[in-house]
C-alpha cells in the first residue's frame, strides 16, 4: 500500500458551486436552501452525494431508502453534507429482455451525475445485480472518493423443512415439473417460501457474488458483502459508510487508489473460493476497463484455475447467505486467501487499511459452511476459460456448479438458432436428443439477444428428465444467472449475431468439451469451418432507433466485458461550464 492522504483543509471541488459570492454562487445555493438547509452546510465541508438505486420495480433493492437514511446520519455526524439522489436502477426480476441490457445506461446516468453535480465524493447504494457493477463502472470513470454499500441478502427461504436458494429452487422446481416428480400446487405453495424478507437473492448468485467482489475489491467495509438485509446490523454498516466516505474525501481516496490490479486479482481469487457468479466475469472486465486496468479473461482462468471452492453455499452447495453471515462471511474467505498466499495483503481498501490488516485477526464460527481446504467442493474452483474454433476469443464455465463426468465428453450437437427456436423445440417428443448431446444455443449474445439474456441455462427435454438425468452440456453466447448450476458453457466470442464460429454449427455436428485441457472444439474440417463462415449472413438486424439501437451499435463483445466502446476508460471530475 502506498497512499499519501491529501492535505485538510482545502478548497473542494463542491465550492465551485457553493464558495463564493458571485450570482451564481448565490443561484445554487439559494436554491438548494428550499429543503430548510442551513447556511452554514456550505461553508467547505464535504459535499456527500448518496447515489441510490432504490425503486419498487428492483426488489432486491426496495429497501435502500431507509439505509440511505443510515448513510446521512453517519455523514452528518462525521460533519459532512449528504445529498441523496436516484440513478436508473436495472432491476433483474422485471426488466425485459435483459437487465445486462441496462447496465451500461445505469453506469452512464451515475457518470453524469457525478460529473454534472457539486458533489465531492460518494456512496453507492447497490443490491441487485446489475445496480453493483454499473454504479462501481460510472464511479471509476470520474474517480471522485466513492464507496459501496450494498442492500443484503434477504433471509432463508424455507419450504417443508428444506431451504429454499433463490432462483436456484425456482430451476430445480421447474425440472421437477417437467419431469413429473412434483405437482404445480406444491410449486404454486413452494412461490411463497422463496421471497420471504427484503434483500437480494440468498444464494451465492450474481448479487451476492457482486457485494463479495465490491468488498474483494476493497470498494466497500469488510464484512459488507453477507449481512443480511433485515438484520441491525446492515444499518450499522450504512450508517460506518456515510461516516467513512467523509474522511474519504478529506483524504482524497478515489477508486484509482483502490481499484489497482491487484485489488482485481483478489477478486478473481475471492470469486473462486466463494463458488462465484459468472456474471463477475463480464462485470469485472468492464470494471476494469473504467479503471484502465489491463485484465483479460486468461486472467481469470490463470488466477482462478487452482483456487478450492470452500463456500458451502448454493447453487454449488448446501447453505444460504444467512448461515454465511453467521459463520463469518467474506472475510474469513479473505483471511484463508492470505494465509495460502493467494491474497495480496497490501492492496488498499477504502477503509485506509489494507486487504489483510482488515481480515487477519476473524474467526470462522461455522467450518461446514466455510469449509477446509481439504473439503472443498472443488479442488480447482474460479473460472475456466475454454477456447478453439468454436470460441476463438473464449467461453466460460463455472467448475464448482458442473457435473464431474461431464469436464471430458463429445456429443452430437442439438441446436436451436434463438430463445424462440429452443421454445418451440425442447418439448416435442419426437426430437432427437438424449443426454449424451450437446445443446447448443445461438445468438443470445449481447447483440443477439439483445442484451445477453440469462437463458444459457437450458432446461432439458422432459424425456430426457424422466429418466433421471439432471444434467448436460449446455454451449450458448449467452449468459446465465448466478443462481443456476450445471455443465454449462456461456459467454462464446465472438458471439453468434456478429458471425463467430457458434453461428455457423449445424444440427448433428459433433462437439468436443475439454475443460482440464480447457478446449471446445468443434469437429469439423477447418476448410468446411472457413466456407460455413463466408457463406454466413446476419438474422439479427440493428434495431430503428432509441437505445436499442445505441446499445447494439456500440456495446463490445462479452470477453472485454460488453462495455460500451465509448465508456472504456475515465473520463475525469473536471467541473463543467456554468449553467447560467
Not at 456527500?48 to 455523514?75: F, M, Y
Not at 466516505?245 to 484509482?256: E, G, N, R
Request: proline share 6%; with cysteine.
Amino acid at each position: 500500500m502506498s497512499f499519501t492522504p491529501a492535505p485538510w483543509p482545502r478548497k473542494l471541488r463542491s465550492q465551485e458551486w457553493y464558495g463564493g459570492d458571485s450570482r451564481d454562487h448565490i443561484y445554487h445555493r439559494s436554491w438548494m436552501k428550499n429543503q430548510g438547509l442551513p447556511a452554514d452546510l456550505f461553508d467547505g465541508r464535504p459535499v456527500i452525494g448518496i447515489c441510490n438505486t432504490w425503486s419498487e420495480l428492483t426488489p432486491c433493492n426496495a429497501h435502500l431508502r431507509d439505509l440511505a437514511q443510515r448513510v446521512k446520519n453517519g455523514v452528518y455526524e462525521a460533519g459532512g453534507l449528504p445529498l441523496e439522489f436516484p440513478v436508473f436502477s436495472p432491476g433483474e426480476s422485471s426488466l425485459r429482455p435483459s437487465a445486462m441490457m441496462y447496465r451500461n445506461l445505469a453506469a452512464m446516468d451515475v457518470e453524469e451525475a457525478l460529473r454534472a453535480n457539486p458533489l465531492d465524493g460518494v456512496v453507492l447504494m447497490v443490491g441487485c445485480d446489475k445496480t453493483t457493477p454499473a454504479l462501481l463502472m460510472g464511479a471509476a470513470s470520474v474517480d471522485i472518493p466513492a464507496i459501496a454499500v450494498t442492500g443484503g441478502p434477504m433471509l432463508n427461504g424455507w419450504f417443508r423443512g428444506e431451504r429454499v436458494g433463490s432462483g436456484t429452487a425456482l430451476w430445480q422446481m421447474s425440472e421437477a415439473i417437467k419431469a413429473g416428480e412434483m405437482t404445480r400446487e406444491e410449486f404454486l405453495e413452494a412461490e411463497q417460501a422463496m421471497s420471504r424478507s427484503p434483500g437480494s437473492c440468498n444464494t451465492m448468485g450474481t448479487a451476492s457474488t457482486m457485494a463479495s467482489m465490491a468488498e474483494a475489491l476493497g470498494m466497500a467495509l469488510s464484512g459488507n458483502a453477507a449481512i443480511p438485509a433485515v438484520d441491525s446490523r446492515r444499518r450499522v454498516m450504512a450508517q460506518m459508510t456515510g461516516r467513512r466516505i467523509v474522511q474519504m474525501v478529506k483524504d482524497d481516496l478515489k477508486p484509482s487508489d483502490v481499484l489497482t490490479r491487484q485489488a482485481f486479482e483478489n477478486a478473481i481469487r475471492a470469486n473462486g473460493a466463494i463458488g462465484g457468479s459468472t456474471n463477475a466475469v463480464i462485470h469485472l472486465l468492464a470494471l476494469a476497463g473504467r479503471a484502465g486496468v489491463d485484465l483479460t479473461l486468461d486472467d481469470w482462468d490463470r488466477l482462478g484455475r487452482d483456487i478450492p471452492t470452500i463456500v458451502n453455499l448454493m447453487p454449488s452447495g448446501k447453505y444460504l447467505m444467512e448461515e454465511f453471515f453467521y459463520a463469518g462471511g467474506l472475510p474469513v474467505v479473505l483471511k484463508r486467501l492470505g494465509e495460502a498466499g493467494l491474497l495480496h495483503r497490501d492492496a488498499l481498501t477504502v477503509s485506509g487499511e489494507t486487504a489483510w490488516e482488515q481480515v487477519k485477526d476473524v474467526t470462522n464460527w461455522n467450518e461446514d459452511v466455510i469449509v477446509p481446504v481439504e473439503r472443498a467442493l472443488t479442488a480447482s474452483g474460479g473460472i475456466a476459460v475454454l477456447k478453439g474454433n468454436l470460441a476463438p476469443k473464449g467461453a466460460v464455465l463455472k467448475p464448482s456448479a458442473a457435473s464431474p463426468h461431464l469436464m471430458k465428453h463429445r456429443g452430437r450437437a442439438v441446436v436451436f438458432e434463438d430463445i424462440d427456436h429452443y421454445k418451440a423445440r425442447i418439448a416435442d417428443e419426437a426430437l432427437d436428443i438424449d443426454e449424451t448431446c450437446v445443446m447448443v444455443l445461438k445468438n443470445c449474445g449481447p447483440k443477439g439477444y439483445p442484451g445477453m439474456a440469462e437463458v444459457g441455462n437450458m432446461g432439458l427435454p422432459p424425456k430426457v428428465l424422466r429418466k433421471g438425468i439432471k444434467d448436460m452440456i449446455r454451449i450458448s453466447d449467452a449468459r446465465m444467472s448466478g443462481t443456476a448450476y450445471g455443465t454449462v458453457i456461456l459467454h462464446v466470442t465472438p458471439e453468434a449475431a456478429v458471425g463467430g464460429p457458434l453461428s455457423v454449427v449445424r444440427e448433428g455436428d459433433m462437439i468436443e468439451v475439454d475443460v482440464e485441457a480447457r478446449r471446445l472444439h468443434l469437429d469439423i474440417p477447418e476448410a468446411e469451418l472457413e466456407a460455413r463462415l463466408a457463406g454466413w449472413t446476419p438474422i439479427v438486424l440493428p434495431p430503428g432507433g432509441g437505445y436499442a439501437r445505441l446499445f447494439h451499435t456500440h456495446v463490445q463483445g462479452a470477453d472485454t466485458g460488453a462495455d460500451f466502446d465509448f465508456l472504456v476508460g475515465q473520463r475525469g471530475k473536471a467541473v463543467p461550464r456554468d449553467s447560467h
